[in-house]
């Protein structure tokens, strides 16, 4: 039998772009995950194939043979109390690795843009956490230095109060950083005459920080544009990355609540054509895996003009090694069709897409007088499951999407769309729709929600 490992894994302060390509890594080739309560994360996403296990099964995991990776908030060697586990697998005799995390501490400092450290005012760094050391009167620390405290605002007033002891000023400058790095993120700032008041109402997790150097604090994660605004994306969950990713970076908390799944079809039939338009994204990746199903590659459309609704689809085309021999200037499929009609006379066009495309792309080519042919190459259906909490906006990339989540989910929700057709088919729907992308590309979506959210 295999012999099974632990490792334990520092997971960062919540925020799962501050993880280590190490942690990642490990967690998406997990056999078991065992997370503590302060570790937060989207397990589903970065470790799907791992089951989830609680403490108690630690050891037992581990001697069946399995990958076993213990999930712990921060950094495990840093307040982790993580000694008696590792003092538990070395008993047991199970191999173990100790992958270190972004703490609390760090993470807090940097989202809330305190200096710990600076030469003229702090050149002393201190952490502390439950009243430890500085349970036996008197504290022996240096004002020039800063303190950290893990002890969140559970006991402010005894850290004020043996500080002020200690010698120093009440006017020391003293922060909070609640939910570091996270939506919840938020600073209450104060001095140590006050902040026990201010900060009365903060929830864990949160750090402390005492010096001067506090009163530097150069905020920017707060002053991102679309902080504190919860925004749902509706998009697969395989191309969901991009649009999620972008609207977190600009401070949104984003809920990825998958409306549809796209199912290629397995046996499409693909003909040549003189001209092969593809009018999404999806359409050029089910057609190449359709291509390879046939023992065929790229080189089939040597000698094709190939047409692409916009440069999201463009883009799609070069990573398979074509380049696209026209773009539409509006990115819609109606517009790409107008642009290529006069090209297609007396010519061969195959539309390659879902199973549901817009009807006016067939009238206006065979209009022209083009030999129009579709072929089915996936399918879009509704997702299997649809689960979703109140947000500020939910966001639609296609019609489709739109009209799945109304009848899913309902329209309480203002919307988002990428262009006018889903627009159109949100109102529908009977979306209120706050605001519409004016380039219909995701990139044009984000900077219509920024201009929404001011």
Request: with cysteine; aromatic share 4%.
């Given at each position: 039998?295999?012999?099974?490992?632990?490792?334990?894994?520092?997971?960062?302060?919540?925020?799962?772009?501050?993880?280590?390509?190490?942690?990642?890594?490990?967690?998406?080739?997990?056999?078991?995950?065992?997370?503590?309560?302060?570790?937060?994360?989207?397990?589903?996403?970065?470790?799907?194939?791992?089951?989830?296990?609680?403490?108690?099964?630690?050891?037992?995991?581990?001697?069946?043979?399995?990958?076993?990776?213990?999930?712990?908030?921060?950094?495990?060697?840093?307040?982790?109390?993580?000694?008696?586990?590792?003092?538990?697998?070395?008993?047991?005799?199970?191999?173990?690795?100790i992958v270190p995390g972004v703490t609390a501490a760090l993470a807090a400092a940097a989202c809330?843009?305190?200096?710990?450290?600076?030469?003229?005012?702090?050149?002393?760094?201190?952490?502390?956490?439950?009243?430890?050391?500085?349970?036996?009167?008197?504290?022996?620390?240096?004002?020039?230095?800063?303190?950290?405290?893990?002890?969140?605002?559970?006991?402010?007033?005894?850290?004020?109060?043996?500080?002020?002891?200690?010698?120093?000023?009440?006017?020391?400058?003293?922060?909070?950083?609640?939910?570091?790095?996270?939506?919840?993120?938020?600073?209450?700032?104060?001095?140590?005459a006050d902040i026990a008041r201010r900060a009365r109402d903060v929830r864990a997790p949160a750090v402390t920080f005492v010096g001067k150097a506090v009163g530097l604090r150069a905020p920017w994660f707060e002053r991102r544009p679309l902080f504190g605004r919860r925004i749902v994306v509706t998009r697969p969950r395989d191309q969901a990355g991009d649009l999620a990713q972008r609207l977190a970076e600009l401070g949104a908390e984003v809920l990825t609540v998958p409306t549809i799944e796209i199912q290629p079809v397995p046996h499409a039939r693909i003909d040549d054509a003189d001209l092969l338009l593809f009018t999404s994204q999806n359409g050029v990746e089910c057609y190449f895996r359709r291509l390879r199903d046939l023992g065929r590659d790229s080189r089939r459309l040597a000698k094709t003009f190939v047409a692409a609704v916009g440069p999201a689809t463009a883009a799609a085309l070069e990573r398979h090694g074509v380049l696209a021999d026209f773009v539409a200037s509006e990115f819609t499929s109606e517009r790409l069709a107008r642009e290529i009609a006069p090209l297609g006379r007396g010519k061969t066009v195959l539309h390659a897409g879902a199973d549901r495309t817009n009807p006016e792309v067939r009238r206006i080519l065979e209009k022209h007088g083009a030999k129009f042919r579709k072929v089915?190459?996936?399918?879009?259906?509704?997702?299997?499951?649809?689960?979703?909490?109140?947000?500020?906006?939910?966001?639609?990339?296609?019609?489709?999407?739109?009209?799945?989540?109304?009848?899913?989910?309902?329209?309480?929700?203002?919307?988002?769309?990428?262009?006018?057709?889903?627009?159109?088919?949100?109102?529908?729907?009977?979306?209120?729709?706050?605001?519409?992308?004016?380039?219909?590309?995701?990139?044009?979506?984000?900077?219509?929600?920024?201009?929404?959210?001011?």
């Open positions: 039998m295999t012999k099974g490992k632990v490792f334990l894994v520092g997971a960062g302060p919540g925020d799962p772009d501050l993880m280590t390509v190490r942690a990642r890594d490990l967690l998406r080739r997990a056999d078991v995950v065992v997370p503590d309560r302060l570790a937060p994360l989207d397990l589903e996403r970065l470790a799907p194939d791992a089951r989830i296990a609680q403490p108690e099964r630690l050891i037992r995991e581990a001697r069946a043979g399995r990958r076993v990776v213990r999930l712990r908030a921060g950094d495990p060697m840093t307040f982790g109390h993580v000694d008696e586990e590792i003092d538990a697998l070395r008993r047991a005799g199970i191999d173990f690795e809330a843009g305190i200096p710990m450290t600076r030469r003229d005012c702090a050149s002393r760094l201190t952490f502390v956490i439950g009243r430890g050391p500085m349970g036996e009167g008197g504290v022996d620390l240096d004002e020039r230095g800063t303190v950290v405290s893990y002890t969140g605002a559970a006991t402010l007033r005894e850290l004020a109060a043996k500080l002020r002891s200690g010698g120093w000023p009440a006017g020391t400058p003293a922060a909070v950083v609640e939910a570091a790095a996270t939506p919840r993120h938020r600073v209450v700032e104060g001095t140590l089915t190459l996936y399918r879009i259906v509704p997702a299997q499951r649809l689960r979703c909490p109140d947000a500020d906006l939910v966001t639609f990339a296609s019609a489709e999407t739109a009209r799945q989540f109304a009848a899913r989910a309902g329209t309480r929700m203002p919307a988002a769309c990428i262009g006018p057709v889903s627009a159109k088919a949100a109102r529908d729907a009977g979306f209120r729709v706050a605001a519409v992308a004016k380039e219909y590309t995701l990139e044009g979506l984000v900077e219509a929600i920024v201009k929404w959210a001011r």
